[in-house]
């Protein structure tokens, strides 16, 4: 998940991009963000270490960043880590919550949901259902077909789909939509 673990807590794992440092990114974080509105909150759901939240602050200097994720300690020490990280300041609220329970965003945004197994996606994803508005992105840490079959069963619908490579072989990420909600389908990033 790109962030390293020191006695102190977790540290940034970061790069220079543009002269600028930031959180390190890589193939399937980039897809995961791209076409990011950053006008909208974006809620890094099951967040860990916070790896896509953060680049998705760095790389877009008005996006804000909703972190949830259900671990105690996990949390503590990203609250501690962002703190420490003046450039972060202002722009972030971090949750220990777990995604079936917590409260969900107010108002349209993009929810991003990934490296965590298909049930969990889809129990989370049907608690959206009737909203209006938000951007779901999603990749599942098991078998992609298996999800995209379930997934439109539902009746979500795939707005779009990118494969990329990661350390942990190829990963599918999909743009989803309630069906009653689907705009034109197109392009991950559309
Ligand atoms: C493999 S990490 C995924 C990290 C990140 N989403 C990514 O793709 O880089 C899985 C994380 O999901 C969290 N998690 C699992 N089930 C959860 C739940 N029901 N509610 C909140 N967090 C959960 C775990 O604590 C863990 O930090």
């Known amino acids: 998940m790109h962030e390293t ?4 807590g977790l540290a940034l794992d970061e790069e ?13 974080v980039d897809a995961l963000l791209d076409g990011l509105d950053p006008t909208r909150p974006l809620w ?19 996006a804000t960043v909703v972190f949830v994720d259900k671990r105690p300690r996990l949390v503590a020490e990203l609250a501690a880590l962002l703190e420490r990280t003046p450039r972060y300041h202002g722009r972030f609220r971090i949750e220990r919550a777990d995604i079936l329970r917590m409260t969900l965003p107010p108002a349209p945004a993009t929810v991003v949901l990934a490296g965590v197994g ?3 996606i889809l129990a989370f ?4 259902q009737g909203r209006r508005g ?12 298996r999800f995209e079959t379930l997934a439109t069963a539902r009746g979500l619908v ?12 190829q990963q599918t990420i999909w743009r989803l939509a309630w069906h009653d909600q689907s705009p034109a389908r197109g392009a991950l990033s559309a």
Request: charged share 25%; proline share 4%; aromatic share 0%.
């Open 5 to 8: 673990r020191t006695r102190q």
């Open 16 to 28: 220079t991009v543009d002269g600028h440092v930031a959180r390190r990114s890589s193939p399937r």
């Open 44 to 62: 890094d759901l099951c967040c860990d270490g916070g790896q896509i939240g953060c680049v998705a602050m760095d790389r877009h200097p008005g």
């Open 118 to 120: 298909t049930n969990l």
């Open 125 to 128: 994803l049907a608690r959206l």
């Open 134 to 145: 938000d951007r779901l992105v999603c990749s599942t840490s098991q078998c992609p077909d």
């Open 158 to 169: 795939v707005l779009g789909r990118v494969q990329v490579r990661s350390r942990h072989g």
